[in-house]
């Protein structure tokens, strides 16, 4: 467990975490549309935890998720708050022997990948044993040919509760909707089927390609569910903070687990006996930063890569942003080159920023993804026109550094609410290095302090 984990906090939910909270318990299916860093998972499991230990309404309840999700956000979440820390979450994860295995293990929630929901699905048939399911990015569920929909529709009468959690539930237009919606209430506001809900809804193109949606279509559809579905924004709520901190936890895999110990135990035995001074603590926990990302140079400055869980864990997020631009920091040239690679395929407008037309384009609306260094955008550009979202793929010890990169979304003219967004490997350098940023640690002390005691660990 993590060190932000055992230290457990007391929930007072904001005025809006209420309302949704209150509405999860009373509607036996609900559609959760609430932008990323506003509290979906407490908010879910608070519900899950009153259902079934104060109302006895629910007996299992299985969250399916994205992968690097599944692997440590709901656990993480669970843990970090007083009254969540009985809860027991069990990841439905790896080889089918340790997922059936998972699965017998005595528990309140099981999570599972959203790439397991066939697998699941056809080894329980009839004997489906959950009787609340949780849809963690509910748009992921929008292709109504899909085997992970086509299962769910499957055995969803014998689900009692469900609930759908997403930011936007129809990126590309209302033809998304149907599939989420039906998972929701089986058809009784969109329509049966999705032919059915494009006769009603929809004209197909001229060119027979696509369907555009008819005059009033989508006002009349948001009608529809509108008893079905809680939608909101950051921006709306003005009881939160200015900046939101979503810290998400990244789980390596057992490979890079412990090829990451490995290398982090033979760097930190190098210098057990001699003094650490600022300088080389800076060197060692550059390396051990780069191994959390990912990969590390060589002493002749040759890359090698040692695991994409960060990368796995990027790309989920960039999935969960629905589109919505964000400024994206890296550390080393090798965190841009294997970005770059990841998306590649993804069809976004991705940028890096060098020149001053790229702070043009971003502001314009001409930019998804706007890929910078922290040193290179730190001081005296404005980029709060562009969007509201920042993603840290790398951390670094520089407390100024971080705050004047946040600044350049978080600052004069912005009107949203900015989201910070920090991939942290558990059990990694990164999480002494969130656990400084978020302590606003301004001195070396907090870098030695954390480097020795990692030393003391390993030795």
């Avoid at 929930?11 to 909270?21: L, M, S």
């Avoid at 509108?226 to 490979?255: F, G, Q």
């Avoid at 550390?331 to 037309?357: F, M, N, W």
């Avoid at 942290?424 to 400084?436: L, P, R, S, T």
Wanted: net charge positive; charged share 25%.
């Amino acid at each position: 467990m993590s060190p932000a984990a055992q230290q457990r906090n007391v929930f007072n939910p904001h005025n809006y975490q209420r309302y949704c909270i209150n509405r999860l318990l009373v509607d036996e299916a609900l559609g959760l549309f609430l932008d990323l860093g506003l509290g979906k998972t407490v908010i879910t499991l608070t519900v899950v935890n009153d259902l079934k230990y104060n109302r006895f309404a629910i007996r299992r309840t299985l969250v399916v998720a994205p992968k690097k999700v599944a692997e440590a956000t709901w656990s993480n979440e669970a843990a970090k708050w007083e009254h969540l820390k009985h809860l027991r979450i069990i990841p439905v994860l790896g080889s089918e022997q340790k997922r059936i295995r998972a699965l017998n293990t005595p528990g309140d929630v099981w999570v599972i990948s959203r790439d397991n929901v066939k697998w699941l699905a056809d080894y329980y048939r009839n004997a489906w044993p959950f009787d609340m399911v949780v849809l963690d990015e509910l748009s992921s569920f929008k292709n109504h040919q899909a085997k992970r929909f086509l299962s769910l529709t499957w055995v969803r009468p014998h689900i009692k509760r469900i609930v759908g959690l997403t930011g936007t539930p129809a990126p590309n237009g209302l033809l998304d909707l149907w599939a989420q919606v039906f998972l929701l209430d089986q058809g009784k506001r969109l329509e049966k089927n999705i032919t059915g809900y494009r006769t009603k809804y929809f004209e197909k193109n001229y060119n027979g390609h696509g369907y555009t949606a008819k005059p009033g279509a989508d006002e009349v559809i948001h009608r529809q569910i509108a008893d079905l579905c809680i939608s909101m924004k950051a921006e709306d709520y003005l009881d939160l903070p200015d900046c939101i901190t979503n810290v998400i936890p990244v789980v390596l895999d057992d490979k890079a687990a412990a090829q990451y110990k490995r290398m982090e135990k033979d760097l930190l035995l190098e210098v057990e006996d001699t003094e650490i001074t600022a300088t080389s603590a800076a060197v060692l926990t550059g390396k051990l930063l780069q191994m959390c990302n990912g990969a590390v140079y060589d002493e002749d400055r040759r890359i090698m890569e040692l695991h994409d869980c960060k990368i796995e864990a990027f790309m989920e997020l960039i999935e969960q942003l629905n589109g919505k631009p964000a400024l994206v920091f890296y550390s080393y040239q090798h965190d841009l080159a294997r970005i770059h690679k990841a998306l590649a395929k993804s069809g976004l407008r991705i940028r890096e920023l060098k020149t001053p037309q790229d702070q043009l384009d971003w502001n314009n609306g001409q930019v998804d993804l706007l890929l910078a260094h922290p040193a290179s955008a730190a001081y005296g550009l404005n980029l709060q026109d562009g969007g509201n979202h920042v993603v840290w793929f790398g951390l670094n010890w520089s407390l100024e550094l971080y705050q004047q990169a946040n600044g350049r979304l978080h600052r004069q003219g912005q009107k949203q609410k900015v989201i910070l967004h920090h991939l942290v490997v558990q059990g990694g350098v990164d999480e002494d290095v969130m656990a400084a940023l978020e302590a606003k640690a301004t001195t070396q002390d907090r870098l030695l302090t954390a480097l020795k005691a990692r030393v003391e660990r390993v030795r």
